[in-house]
Structure formats: C-alpha cells, structure tokens
C-alpha cells in the first residue's frame, strides 16, 4: 500500500487544519489506516485510527474531542480534521495502514503498521 499524505501548513491556535491520507496499491489487505506525530525533539506518537469495514475510531486521549478521523472507501482516503489547534499540536503527522487483524487497542503503537506515507508538517503558533 502506498500513501500520500497532504494538508498539512501552519495554523493558529484555536484554529483549524484538515489532513488526507490517499491510499493506492494493494488497498484491499489493509485493515485500518492511522495518523502518528512526532514533535520537535520527541518520539512519533499515536493520534487517531480508523477501521475500514465499520468506521470504528480510536483517538489518543490528547486529541479526543478536538481532533476527528474519517475515512472515505470509495476514494481509499482517510482525514484528520483537527479543530481547537493548539501550539502543542506542532508536528510532522503521519499517516499510516495497517493490515494486521489485531485488537483494536493494538493499533495505538506503531510497529503494528507495515505502510507508512511521507510526513506532513503541521505547526500551530500561540
């Protein structure tokens, strides 16, 4: 599976930025597609996911209730809509697609993911 991550630019906190993830390839064996971070100086982190089949979400507890991932099949394109940014928000945000049929909780790390899209920088001035 092959990605294209796009969108993303600087915002203003308490502003709004959308991300897309298009997929190609191989988009039939993947199971859910997932959106990971890495601030200046930090470690990629985990930010949302979403199963394909259903829609099932699951977010890091740092972004819930702000930031909204959704999937559009028809198009292998999956969004992140971050609303309320704030200056922490500041990363370069991934995308990325899983085809491991796992629980869901597992899909919070990011070995779990065999495809990876070129990052995007997202940075949120106060």
């Known amino acids: 599976v092959q990605l294209q991550a796009s969108g993303g630019g600087l915002g203003q906190a308490g502003g709004s930025l959308r991300l897309s993830c298009a997929a190609s390839?191989?988009?039939?064996?993947?199971?859910?597609m997932g959106w990971f971070r890495q601030p200046p100086g930090k470690e990629r982190e985990f930010v949302a996911t979403i199963r394909w089949s259903d829609g099932y979400t699951l977010y890091d507890d740092s972004v819930k209730g702000r930031f909204t991932i959704s999937r559009d099949n028809a198009k292998n394109t999956v969004y992140l809509e971050m609303n309320s940014l704030k200056p922490e928000d500041t990363a370069v945000y991934y995308c990325?697609?899983?085809?491991?049929?796992?629980?869901?909780?597992?899909?919070?790390?990011?070995?779990?993911?065999?495809?990876w899209g070129q990052g995007t920088q997202v940075t949120v001035s106060s």
């Open positions: 990325a697609a899983s085809s491991r049929r796992v629980p869901m909780f597992r899909l919070r790390v990011e070995s779990e993911y065999g495809s």
């Open positions: 390839g191989r988009t039939f064996s993947s199971y859910v």
